[in-house]
């Protein structure tokens, strides 16, 4: 079974930065796209960040010019670096992957269980 894992949640001031990490780990043969996904109290989640395999980025709007995500392939693992931090970012963040486990196979989502991100002074 995949797992994902995230990590560097916290709280931060505004216009501060923090930097998101995710893992993918167990029976992974092919990730064809990992992303960011956030929930804050009493709105749906919405879309952040996701890349895919060969490398195409699409952010939400809310996000562009301030957060950057990338990804490591041998590592299986993404990041989202958000910069000038505001307090609507304070949210949930969850990695999302959609993932192979076996040749031939289409991708299936995966989600981890998400980490806690607060924007306040």
């Known amino acids: 079974q995949v797992q994902l894992v995230e990590s560097g949640g916290g709280l931060v001031q505004p216009g501060g930065s923090l930097r998101l990490s995710c893992t993918a780990s167990g029976k992974v043969f092919n990730i064809f796209a990992m992303g960011w996904y956030r929930q804050a109290p009493g709105k749906q989640r919405e879309l952040v960040a996701t890349?895919?395999?060969?490398?195409?980025?699409n952010y939400g709007d809310s996000v562009k010019g301030r957060f950057t995500i990338s990804r490591d392939n041998a590592k299986n693992t993404q990041y989202l670096q958000m910069n000038s931090l505001k307090p609507e970012d304070t949210a949930v963040y969850y990695c999302n992957a959609r993932i192979a486990t076996i040749a031939r196979q289409i991708g299936s989502d995966y989600w981890g269980q998400g980490t806690q991100v607060t924007v306040s002074s």
């Open positions: 890349v895919t395999s060969g490398g195409s980025i």
